[in-house]
T-cell receptor, first 114, second 114 residues
């Protein structure tokens, strides 16, 4: 049982390049989300999805796009990478948006923008 | 918006000693989650607290939520090297507003010296 799988684990980009961070889950969870983690700032919510075809912005959405065409996948896109987007990115899932049960996290993608 | 403040930000203790990490919220907590993170890995769920005065324990870790539901503490008894890592508290706005839209504290980095 894989749970939440994030790829790649590490990535280095140049300013202005684009890339997609992948998140896949096999738990049939409706709710999926993306966070970024920066030193001294904890995790901040970027975007989230309450089900296939439905996405919404979190606390820090600028510079990122998402889409949710299937229950299993929730990719995060950087259209034009900036050094300020250097961070560790985590994908998390839960059974439902209104559930108060804990989220399941992937192992993260470490992204450096030069 | 809700903010969570963790203290201390960093903690170094001798193996075998007890320690406490605090998480203080700017608003009433409707669901408080404690997670642990090891370097290079995702977040591992520890405990969830919902009711004022609630206390939960797992092995040598005890988490409490105060009666006013604005502060939580995580206490580790007889610390071991396996307890080392980053501890994060997270909270949502409540079930009606979407329990999964979590805000996190900045994290407490725990080091255990042998």
């Amino acid at each position: 049982n894989a749970g939440v799988t994030q790829t790649p684990k590490f990535q280095v980009l140049k300013t202005g390049q684009s890339m997609t961070l992948q998140c896949a889950q096999d738990m049939n969870h409706e709710y999926m989300s993306w966070y970024r983690q920066d030193p001294g700032m904890g995790l901040r919510l970027i975007h989230y999805s309450v089900g296939a075809g439905i996405t919404d912005q979190g606390e820090v959405p600028n510079g990122y796009n998402v889409s949710r065409s299937t229950t299993e996948d929730f990719p995060l896109r950087l259209l034009s990478a900036a050094p300020s987007q250097t961070s560790v990115y985590f994908c998390a899932t839960q059974t439902g948006y209104y559930s108060n049960q804990p989220q399941h996290f992937g192992d993260g993608t470490r992204l450096s923008i030069l | 918006s809700q903010e969570l403040e963790q203290s201390p930000q960093s903690l170094i203790v001798q193996e075998g000693k007890n320690l406490t990490i605090n998480c203080t919220s700017s608003k009433t907590l409707y669901g408080l989650y404690w997670y642990k993170q090891k370097y290079g890995e995702g977040l591992i769920f520890l405990m969830m607290l919902q009711k004022g005065g609630e206390e939960k324990s797992h092995e040598k870790i005890t988490a409490k939520l105060d009666e006013k539901k604005q502060q939580s503490s995580l206490h580790i008894t007889a610390s071991q090297p396996s307890h080392a890592g980053i501890y994060l508290c997270g909270a949502g706005p409540g079930i009606i507003q979407g329990a999964q839209k979590l805000v996190f504290g900045q994290g407490t980095r725990l080091t255990i010296n042998p």
